[in-house]
């Protein structure tokens, strides 16, 4: 029975148990048995590219990278075999299997975990990446004999001015970004692909992200990162056809050891701790400054709406530039850095405090990108040096990782990579 | 400008930014200025007993708790004024004050962190409490002048069997438990009157809750745990009127010393760590078994639908109790604990992952009291030294606070306990 079953069995209705917004949700699809309530509620699984990428971003994040701890080939294909289909089944907002009944594996643990029973589907997405781990282990052994498939981007990302990283919240063979509008639904997809796993991959790190800080549709409101002002205003977005294929979809011809990736993209996840106390008692003029933007509408300082185009080269009393040099929207503008556009789709966290009675908060960035090497290499080296945030932020995770193209019915994620 | 007056403007709407749920909310109250769209969203601040005690349960929490750092008195009375003005209009929609604005202050830091500009009420509740550490601090000062006034209940709770509790987890002088719908919201209000405590509080530990765990109203469905049971089947809820007295507000003549407290209650907190990846290898029966009840369902084993009394008396093949001498529901109930009944408030949680690779997940338990001396100690006793659930949970902190009744406009959170 699934978890729609049990909504129409129970007379819940719409809404009651998961509270989520039903905007903005262009690619939801209808399968044969969902009813209309839901349909809107589902993003298909099954495409040319992976949900969780270009579709809308939801508001709630739990994402986790794994340790794959077997060296043997077919279990680790059959492990992305068991994930591809659960991720398939429960982005419909069906179980995994039997949870709960005499009729079901009574003496056996329960296929499915159960806390999402009775959820609705909450536009959830799952979206799967494989680490440089996966090619090549630490000790240097091609333990899946794919090492001659590696994208030549795939590797760890280079030492960043500044960067504080954790190898505890770093890396990870495998990764799995579960997005949806009721964390309760994120958290149940990564449990249970985790319980999935057991015996054939361990998590390396997980992370929960409260409230997206990107849009990714134009039909999306901008949301607010936690130091208050709207975040991803110029985000590559679902209706840019164009954008994408320039700076997210790997194209078949980019890296002909890695055909394979044609259509997939890759995943950067940075763990960026903010000092919001810090933040917080700084003035708002000097934080426009930081920015770049009016904290109220998003604006450019050089004027117009929050989608206006910044003017640079607009200057003010004494002659000095209105957006400062080193203001965050003018060092990771497109202009500044050979035209390079990034999708992003982070999440704002807060895990608790610090030893030292401060917020461990900040912003979880995740984004999408064509060629690391090509966009966010130098992107980030060009913020690490130059961008007047640096002050107020440290980044203390990083993870790269290939996302495979979309998913045929019947195949696995990354099926190609496996296929001679 | 209020959030709300900044949703009319920008015509965003109900519902586009914070997707959240409008159901069961019995105690919203509209002030003048508030839409319709808005009215259900509010829960009022003022009134007999806190917010966030009796009211429905939001779906997110975040709570903080917090070391007084100054020894004034005045100091404490001020921030306890600015901390009740500030609740009093962030559960309105409104903002703490200028947060961006060339009209504002523009040389001074915001005095809104912003991140919830835009954002709908969410049912926001803040809900106050004060620690042992008020009355007398570590040292034995009596740095308020209040010692006298200290609730005899209100010390350390006592170590139960198998507790582990981090001390960075445990304790504090005061403490705020911010629930909405919207997660965003809540660590908005907690971020927030931490800025306002800047030099005379600092935050001594936080948790974050992604969903309820139980119901505190009739209309509400029971949510399920992570170990994916139905939980709070039999929680005390806003509609009884007899077991809210009996159990929960704390009367005038209970405690001659603290008069101040009537109309109060007593909020204990416990993180209770669940063994995620032990339990998930567990079988259908064992986990039933654990608990009495139907996984699915969340009936008792002895028959009969989720509300109905378990019997305890009812035995199956070889005169063995169908529901086990240790299952939770028994050791639990109160047939087995002097009819004591206890209101509770808690969430799920997940806080990323242990260093072994398991999920720092769990249950935070938040339950408030009339006694805790006379109904949570012996039944956390009785649970701690029988229950089968211990196999599987560790508690990891620990507070105890007494919760001032509820406030009426003008006045300041536990205002009766500092006028003689």
């Not at 202009?335 to 807060?350: D, E, K, P, S, V």
């Amino acid at each position: 029975m699934s978890r729609r079953g049990f909504l129409a069995l129970a007379g819940a209705g719409a809404g009651v148990a998961g509270g989520v917004a039903l905007v903005g949700c262009d690619d939801a699809s209808a399968g044969d048995a969902v009813d209309a309530a839901d349909a809107v509620d589902v993003v298909a699984f099954h495409g040319a590219h992976q949900a969780g990428i270009a579709t809308p971003a939801q508001d709630r994040l739990h994402m986790a990278a794994f340790d794959v701890t077997t060296d043997d080939r077919d279990e680790l294909i059959g492990l992305l075999r068991a994930w591809t289909d659960a991720a398939a089944a429960m982005s419909e907002g069906r179980d995994v299997g039997e949870f709960g009944s005499m009729d079901g594996p009574y003496l056996a643990p329960p296929e499915d975990t159960g806390e999402a029973y009775g959820l609705r589907p909450s536009r959830l997405t799952i979206t799967f990446g494989f680490g440089p781990g996966l090619f090549r282990d630490a000790e240097g052994n091609d333990r899946f004999g794919l090492a001659d498939r590696r994208p030549a981007a795939l590797r760890d990302l280079p030492h960043f001015p500044a960067d504080a990283l954790d190898p505890n919240r770093s890396g990870g063979d495998l990764c799995v970004q579960a997005c949806a509008d009721d964390p309760q639904v994120a958290v149940h997809a990564i449990r249970n692909l985790a319980r999935i796993g057991f015996g054939t991959a361990s998590v390396r790190w997980s992370q929960l992200g409260f409230g997206r800080t990107s849009s990714t549709s134009d039909a999306q409101v901008t949301p607010r990162n936690l130091f208050g002002f709207k975040d991803g205003t110029a985000n590559v977005k679902a209706e840019h056809d164009e954008l994408l294929d320039e700076f997210v979809w790997v194209a078949p011809t980019d890296d002909p050891a890695a055909a394979w990736l044609a259509g997939g993209s890759y995943l950067v996840a940075r763990r960026i701790n903010m000092h919001i106390e810090t933040w917080d008692r700084t003035s708002l003029q000097e934080q426009e400054a930081v920015i770049g933007r009016d904290k109220r509408a998003g604006a450019p300082l050089s004027g117009g709406d929050e989608f206006a185009s910044p003017d640079f080269d607009m200057t003010g009393a004494g002659g000095t530039a209105i957006i400062p040099p080193s203001a965050h929207v003018r060092v990771a503008h497109p202009a500044q850095n050979g035209g390079t556009h990034i999708l992003r789709r982070g999440y704002n966290f807060a895990d608790g405090t610090t030893g030292l009675g401060r917020l461990d908060a900040g912003l979880f960035f995740i984004a999408f990108t064509r060629d690391p090497d090509r966009h966010f290499i130098p992107l980030q080296t060009n913020l690490a040096r130059h961008d007047a945030l640096n002050e107020y932020i440290q980044h203390t995770g990083s993870a790269l990782f290939a996302v495979p193209p979309g998913i045929e019915p019947g195949s696995f994620v990354g099926q190609q990579l496996f296929d001679r």
